[in-house]
């Protein structure tokens, strides 16, 4: 019974992606997914990669349709950079926690206390925290992004992980922190890294920056999803201990068929990510659902936090000047 469940999943599966590629035709449509989707996702993508590949990619993006296979936040920062483009939303209700932490209220009351210091906002918000912040940054860039800044003091929001992270990188620089949270990245331990380390002897540990500081000690290496491809790529270790969403294994699995990598915990999920599935993806490509937009008076001033982190990134060339 159950290989024969195994089969006849498999080939949905299969049919599917079919009507994926028929109804991408039919709509002039491109998916664009994220590192921690379910694998037969990942499998369906015309493009994947972090918040700062993803950001990057949707400018030069040639089509009418795009498709983001992430989170609502990843979807608004999509059309914030492409508003002359349709952006869908397979599940609505795939949000992040962590952007959930910080409101535009709040943002501008913490800004009267500090007056005159720039917001740094991680990626990982709302249009409407974007448009109340001066520049934005994603795992990959917040260093050089904070760096790059001529003021001392920077309110940083809202992830007091990454932000300290950057603070141990620029002492020099005073971070005010705001105190949201990745829920999964949170959950990683020292003692699990620790226990993982012992079990693995020969694995190296990489370590998202969302991750607790006493558990970035411990590792090798600091990276985004997208500078974990990058390190590993480059390594000559054969094992590595991955303390990101598990969705990351298989695309490092995929690029490094030679290597091996492991969870320090078995909890490290974001359910929000992984609400999207091969039928709701193709739910949105037939019925053109859930169009995600931004109030203009919002999107023009996040639009600007946008493009000047693109800016400080390299990517002043790929601005697109249609989304100014």
Excluded at 78 to 94: F, G, M, Q, R, S
Excluded at 144 to 161: G, Y
Excluded at 244 to 249: I, K, S
Aim: proline letters at 5%; charged letters at 25%.
């Amino acid at each position: 019974m159950q290989k024969y469940t195994e089969n006849t999943n498999k080939k949905y599966a299969e049919k599917l992606k079919r009507r994926i590629t028929q109804l991408k035709k039919k709509r002039n449509a491109v998916i664009i997914v994220h590192n921690y989707q379910r694998d037969e996702v990942q499998d369906i993508a015309d493009i994947t990669g972090d918040s700062l590949g993803l950001s990057r990619a949707a400018i030069k993006i040639d089509a009418d349709i795009i498709v983001f296979c992430g989170v609502h936040f990843m979807a608004e920062t999509a059309y914030i950079l492409n508003c002359n483009k349709t952006v869908l939303l397979p599940v609505k209700e795939a949000g992040c926690p962590m952007a959930d932490m910080i409101t535009p209220e709040a943002l501008r009351a913490k800004k009267e206390q500090y007056p005159g210091v720039p917001v740094v906002c991680y990626v990982n918000t709302s249009a409407d925290i974007k448009a109340e912040s001066d520049i934005c940054c994603t795992s990959q860039n917040a260093v050089e992004v904070v760096s790059s800044l001529k003021s001392k003091r920077v309110l940083f929001v809202p992830d007091r992980n990454l932000g300290a992270y950057v603070q141990s990188c620029l002492p020099d620089k005073d971070i005010i922190l705001w105190e949201g949270f990745c829920p999964t990245h949170i959950s990683v331990l020292p003692d699990q890294i620790n226990a993982a380390k012992r079990l693995y002897p020969e694995a190296e540990f990489i370590a998202h920056p969302e991750c607790d500081p006493a558990v970035l000690k411990l590792a090798e290496n600091v990276a985004s999803t997208g500078g974990m491809i990058k390190y590993v790529k480059r390594s000559r270790c054969k094992e590595f201990i991955i303390g990101t969403e598990l969705g990351m294994l298989y695309r490092l699995r995929q690029d490094n068929p030679d290597k091996k990598f492991y969870l320090p915990t078995g909890h490290l999920l974001c359910a929000n990510m992984k609400l999207t599935t091969l039928g709701w993806i193709v739910n949105a490509l037939e019925l053109m659902v859930h169009k995600i937009t931004v109030p203009e008076h919002i999107r023009g001033r996040a639009y600007y936090a946008v493009e000047r982190m693109l800016k400080i990134s390299g990517e002043k060339k790929w601005v697109s000047v249609s989304g100014a």
